[in-house]
């Protein structure tokens, strides 16, 4: 740690402060400002966090200006192309890459804790036709704590495993039967045969005694959506978990948490927005006019799934499904007028002045939206997906703010700007 310090000087008083720069092992220092408001009697003020660390992390790093992201030290491109979902699942839970027994141990796991109580299907029976999957897995995943309940006092590392694992491997399935319900579909239960992508998968195709064929390049392009989302440092649906862990709530009350921050448009929603965009473009002959909109400053239309808050050259993760994208079109023959209006705009976004200057490359929501589409899973399903994906990083954040000496319980300060205080009429 350095021991640098900045110095702040209050211009209303003339007193100066000292604060102790903290050094990032990769990136940018912070300022810390812990005492801030014991020193100098005035909060800071920063909506939504935009230069603010709430937390120290040794999870994974983001450089946007150089498009880099890496899970635990390793590349993102290392984990997806060499890697399976559930290697990053256990690097990120464990903090280390598993070897090939404990790979293995994993995934029997994952098989044997992938079934949920019968009584958790009496919940499912409770919702409305159509009711959204993201809001019946919110409350699928709340309820799990009811019949976990031991796991709200997590302090060995077998609990810790236990609780872990057991969320892991259950949420595809609990996902996959929010679908089923919410389109009146019968249930499919987990196949002790299959892996942990293909079983999801199957899980939400399958009819009972009906044998559906999932190609290799199917479960390729749904674990590597998963691996890609398994973790993206302090995001909204991240700091809703650690908001709750800080609390002491039970984790799976803050996966649940986790779930609703995720389901809002601004977050998890946005492939589905892609695809209802071009869906909503229709035919190539009506691209070039959306392109026109999408530059025209007095038109708040925009292109989905193009530009990103932290990525300003491009999301590696981006390049990477543009990959799988190419490989699952070319295998699985998929053409129709949607992905011709996606390859024409994507054509444009790439070449288009406008576009270029502004660094508005396709993002992960471009490209996830395509597979997913093409993978014929419904749109309503693509924030769930997120969840699957995200797991094992809410959970290795929850674990990395419970291993912490004290835990301070979340709690921003604001700028009152209301009333000052009214003398009540008599
Ligand atoms: N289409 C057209 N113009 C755009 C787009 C877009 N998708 N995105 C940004 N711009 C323009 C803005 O109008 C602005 O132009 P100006 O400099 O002439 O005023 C410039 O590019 C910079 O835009 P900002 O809004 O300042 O960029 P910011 O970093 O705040 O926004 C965001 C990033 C929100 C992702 C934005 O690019 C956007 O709305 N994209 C479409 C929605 C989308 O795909 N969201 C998913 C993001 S990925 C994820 O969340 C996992």
Redesign the pocket.
Known sequence: MSKDTITITNNRNGKTYDFNILDASVGPSVVDISTFYKETGMFTYDEGYTSTASCKSEITYIDGGAGKLMYRGYDIAYMAKEKTFLDTAYLLVYGELPTKDELDNFALEMQKRSFVHEGVKKLFDAFPDRAHPMAILSAGVSALSTFYYNHLEVNTPQEYKEMANRIIAKIPTLAAFSYRYSNGLPIIYPDLNKGFTENFLNMLRAYPHEYVELKDIEIKALDTIFTLHAD?EQ?ASTTAVRNLASTMAHPYAAISAGIGALWGR???G??E??IRQLEMIGTVDRVDEFIAK??D?NDP????????????NF?PRATILKEIRNELMGELGISSELVEVANKIEKIALSDE??VS???YP????YSGLILQALKIPKEMFAVIFVIGRTPGWIAQWSELHQQKTIKIARPRQLYVGPTERTPKS
């Open positions: 993206h995001n601004s977050h998890g946005a492939n927005s892609v999408a530059k400053k239309f925009r292109l989905m799934g193009f530009g990103h808050r932290v990525y300003k999301d406008y576009f502004r660094g508005l993002n992960i929501d471009f």
